[in-house]
């Protein structure tokens, strides 16, 4: 028998760094279509790294457990430092009139970030797949639940940027960089 309590919380509580990155992210002007592929895109990573964790067993685990914390921290390191540097130009040049709008995030930063925080759901994908539990609604809770706070992320960021413009870049990059620690400290603990 399934625990729907427990299928919803572990979709949930994995979708707390979706939720962070999509603050983070969504402080550049962005359309409802590229709020989409990133929900898309972070929904999709967690569900499907969660589904390798089930099938790759607790020996890759024990492997792989060595450094994933690594690899999380140095992909939000980067995408952190650059938003950080690309704020504090914005509030240089916050004075000039021919300041140009940025663009969203690429699709490559976008695709990074989604599984740069979804490193997490491996080992979770690992305890499900060893536990004998049915895998469907947890990854498919996995998934959904991502999808939905990046979305809302998204939407408030973009509520939020439009009230302190740049100077949220550099607090989205402050919490990438925060996500990024922490994962590190995790993984090294």
């Known amino acids: ?3 729907i309590f427990e299928v919803i919380i572990v979709g949930l509580v994995l979708s707390a760094d979706s939720f962070s990155a999509a603050l983070a992210l969504g402080t550049r002007t962005h359309k409802a ?3 989409l592929k990133f929900a898309c895109s972070s929904g999709g990573a967690e569900a499907l790294v969660s589904f390798l964790g089930a099938i790759a ?3 890759v685990v024990s492997e792989f457990d060595s450094f994933d914390h690594w ?4 992909l939000l390191f980067f995408v952190a430092t650059h938003m950080s540097v690309d704020g504090l130009k914005e509030l240089r040049d916050v004075n000039q009139s021919d300041q140009k709008v940025k663009s969203f995030h690429s699709f490559t930063k976008i695709i990074i970030v989604s599984f740069a925080t979804s490193l997490d759901a491996f080992a ?5 797949g060893s536990s004998g539990k049915p895998l469907t609604p947890y990854i498919f809770s996995i998934g959904l639940w991502a999808f939905f706070s990046t979305m809302i992320g998204m939407k408030i960021a973009k509520f939020a940027s439009k009230k302190i413009g740049s100077l949220f870049n550099l607090i989205g990059g402050a919490v990438l960089l925060v996500l990024a620690f922490k994962f590190l400290f995790d993984g090294i603990s």
Do not use: P, T
Not at 71 to 74: A, E, G, Q, W, Y
Not at 124 to 128: D, E, F, I, M, T
């Open 1 to 3: 028998m399934i625990n």
């Open 71 to 74: 690899v999380s921290f140095l």
């Open 33 to 35: 279509s590229d709020a």
């Open 57 to 59: 067993g607790a020996k």
């Open 124 to 128: 979770v994908g690992v305890s499900l």
